[in-house]
């Protein structure tokens, strides 16, 4: 059975950072690309950040490039994501979700509020 954990969320003022983690089990993790989303409130879910399995490709949404840096420890199989220099419209639940042979896992979430 896949698990994927978030943790990591909380309030931060703007400008501070946060570092996010999402721990898998039930698959071989380094095999998958996992990525981050966050759905801010009333708004849909939108893509932040994605890892490839070796992560020798990694991309991002233009709105958190150069603040956002995700990263990944295949023998802790763990993903992350660092968070810096973060705005109140970073607020959002952020997930983290694999990806393999058409089937995604998500995981249940975690709350990040930027206070201005």
């Known amino acids: 059975q896949v698990q994927l954990v978030e943790s990591g969320g909380g309030l931060v003022q703007a400008g501070g950072s946060l570092r996010l983690s999402c721990a898998a089990s039930?698959?071989?993790?380094?095999?998958?690309?996992i990525a981050w989303f966050r759905q801010p409130p009333g708004k849909q879910r939108e893509f932040v950040a994605y890892?490839?399995?070796?992560?020798?490709?990694?991309y991002y949404a233009g709105s958190v490039e150069g603040r956002f840096t995700i990263s990944r420890d295949n023998a802790e199989n763990t993903l992350y994501l660092q968070m810096n220099s973060l705005k109140p419209e970073d607020t959002a639940v952020y997930y983290c979700?694999?990806?393999?042979?058409?089937?995604?896992?998500w995981g249940k979430g975690t709350l990040v509020t930027v206070s201005s």
């Open positions: 039930g698959l071989a993790f380094s095999n998958y690309p």
């Open positions: 979700r694999a990806h393999r042979y058409g089937i995604n896992y």
């Open positions: 890892i490839s399995g070796s992560s020798s490709n990694i």
